[in-house]
């Protein structure tokens, strides 16, 4: 309900593949729970899914194979959705950008960011070299593995296209390192930024 909305934050949370954001984000979900909050975590990836199965579609990777058209109005769609969801805090995880042959296309157009009116940006970022190993040793995924060299680079692209973001939207965009063996750390870090004054999440 709008009226018991004490803290209400929409947080971008974005960082290239295998940096741990999944991880990072649902451990900070927790800790602003544990505090009183009422925190949502939100993959971007799967609300598009949903709003894709209402139009028929029943494998996430048939979205791929739809027209421009067709996953423009999708994005769109989970978007709305999302901007429309009342929790306190609501952590949006998302990709930033997919390299394509014609170079990088934005995951978070102008045309997005206005449907979803972010109140705060988030960039997880770690050493290029703990990145590598986290794709490698995650089974769980089928994830493109690339020399240390490339992920330095695809982080540095996370940075200017956050920081785009950030003069479009006029939200503050933040960097969260995710060390190894740390995210408790990390996520302290990302519950403090949208905790908003919470004793106790802020430390
Ligand atoms: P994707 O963009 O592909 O969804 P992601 O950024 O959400 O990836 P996760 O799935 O959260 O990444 O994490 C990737 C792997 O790295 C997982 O196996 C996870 O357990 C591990 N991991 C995450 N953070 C850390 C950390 N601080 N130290 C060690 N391992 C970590
Ligand atoms: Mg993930």
């Known amino acids: 309900m709008e009226g018991s909305r004490i803290n209400n934050k929409r947080a971008i ?28 975590l939100v993959v971007f ?4 899914f949903e709003e894709a199965m209402k139009m028929g579609v029943r494998h996430r990777d048939e979205m791929r194979r739809m027209s421009v058209e067709e996953q423009r109005r999708l994005q769109e769609n989970a978007a709305l959705k999302i901007a429309s969801m009342s929790d306190d805090v609501i952590i949006i995880d998302t990709h930033l950008f997919i390299s394509t ?18 109140t705060n940006l988030i960039l997880v970022a770690a050493e290029p070299r703990e990145i590598l190993g986290r794709r490698m040793n995650d089974k769980t995924r ?19 296209m956050l920081a ?3 003069i479009l ?8 390192m995710n060390r ?22 802020e430390q």
Do not use: W
């Not at 990836?45 to 598009?48: A, D, E, I, K």
């Not at 934005?106 to 979803?116: A, S, T």
């Open 13 to 40: 949370v974005v960082g290239i593949p295998g940096v741990g954001k999944t991880t990072v984000i649902t451990r900070a979900v927790e800790m602003l729970s544990m505090h009183g909050l009422n925190a949502r």
């Open 45 to 48: 990836g799967t609300v598009m």
């Open 101 to 118: 042959k014609e170079g990088y296309y934005p995951g978070l157009p102008l045309h997005l960011l206005n449907l979803l009116k972010p």
């Open 142 to 160: 089928q994830r493109d593995l690339v020399d240390e060299g490339e992920i330095a680079h695809e982080l540095e692209i996370a940075r200017i």
């Open 164 to 166: 785009a973001c950030s």
């Open 169 to 176: 939207t006029g939200a503050p965009f933040a960097i969260v």
């Open 180 to 201: 190894e063996g740390r995210v408790d750390e990390a996520s302290q870090e990302l519950a403090s930024l949208l905790a908003d004054g919470r004793r106790g999440v």
